[in-house]
């Protein structure tokens, strides 16, 4: 009675064993996923950040020169009324 209790215990042990190691196993592809994916994101982040980065210096540029085209407007304007330009 006691070998049958210990060959039942024995082989508990080895299916709690097994059990363990596929579950290692299953966390470890999980843990692997997650930072592939993660790797994944941060690159996109990354890209995401540059194209912004460039738009908003372009921007900055487009504006810069719309401030500029506006004076030489207002220039080219004053410089019509003087000469008797009666625009709107």
Do not use: P
Not at 14 to 27: F, G, I, P, S, Y
Not at 62 to 68: D, Q
């Amino acid at each position: 009675m006691e070998k049958r209790f210990m060959d039942l215990l024995s082989e508990e042990l080895k299916l709690q064993e097994a059990v363990a190691k596929e579950h290692a196993r299953h966390m470890n592809i999980t843990f692997g996923e997650a930072k592939r994916m993660a790797s994944q994101y941060q690159r996109e982040a990354e890209k995401c950040i540059a194209a912004t980065e460039t738009c908003e210096g372009a921007r900055e540029r487009a504006e810069a020169l719309l401030i500029k085209e506006r004076k030489i407007t207002t220039i080219w304007e004053q410089r019509a009324r003087q000469m008797g330009w009666e625009g709107e």
